[in-house]
């Protein structure tokens, strides 16, 4: 089967950093994305990762192995706007662009 | 400014009822995307179409349907509704090459089947 496992839920403070995984078996894997939805909001894309390594976005950096099938969001200098729930998702279908996505993990950006 | 409409934000339907959720991308995109979304659950994939009347399953077909007649209208239809069928559905677009990962989301529409 395909699975992505992410945590369901994670805490932080204001001009904290905090670091987000997602582990993925996948019967086919062409790169990882990951996405960010505001409560009530549509999922907005935040980065994608091809190839093993980190990609840095701003305040947001992605990290791909895909030896271990292993990624991360880093969020660095967390403000209050970041508390949103952020989605991983594999990219499986090349030309289709057809992901598959995690249960999503919330984070809670406290003052 | 790209985007991705849907016909309604909140939808109330009656079991059985047939159901029509408009879907409709201004970016000229091949691929488009039904997608349900549920607490815990993450997004899955319902339905997904690369070209004009073109198709595929996702993950979670059963009692649906899809029509694009248009590139640019994807529909989803619920042949008749049921409770299990209340959720958040989602409508996306991607192009079909370079895409990187990319899917561009609509708002939503939540759908409550009594």
């Known amino acids: 089967g395909q699975s992505l496992e992410q945590p369901s839920e994670v805490t932080a403070v204001e001009g904290a950093i905090v670091q987000i995984n997602c582990t993925y078996q996948?019967?086919?894997?062409?790169?990882l994305s990951w996405y960010q939805q505001h409560d009530g909001g549509a999922p907005t894309f935040l980065s994608y990762n091809a190839l093993d390594g980190l990609e840095e976005t701003g305040r947001f950096s992605s990290f791909l192995s895909r030896s271990d099938s292993y990624g991360y969001l880093l969020l660095q200098e967390l403000q209050m706007k970041d508390s949103a729930s952020y989605f991983c998702?594999?990219?499986?279908?090349?030309?289709?662009?057809?992901?598959?996505f995690g249960t999503g993990t919330l984070l809670a950006v406290q003052p | 400014d790209v985007k991705v409409t849907q016909s309604s934000r909140y939808l109330v339907k009656r079991t059985g009822e047939k159901v029509f959720l408009e879907c409709v991308q201004d970016?000229?995109?091949?691929?488009m995307f039904w997608y349900r979304q549920d607490p815990g659950l993450g997004l899955r994939l319902i339905y997904f179409s690369y070209d004009v009347k073109m198709k595929e399953k996702g993950d979670i077909p059963e009692g649906y349907s899809v029509s694009r007649e248009k590139k640019e209208r994807f529909s989803l239809i619920l042949e008749s509704a049921s409770t299990n069928q209340t959720s958040m559905y989602l409508c996306?677009?991607?192009?079909?090459?370079?895409?990187?990962?990319?899917?561009?989301f609509g708002p939503g529409t939540r759908l409550t089947v009594l």
């Open positions: 998702a594999v990219k499986y279908g090349g030309a289709t662009n057809k992901l598959i």
């Open positions: 996306a677009s991607s192009r079909g090459q370079r895409t990187g990962g990319e899917q561009f």
């Open positions: 970016m000229d995109h091949e691929n």
């Open positions: 996948t019967s086919g894997f062409y790169g």
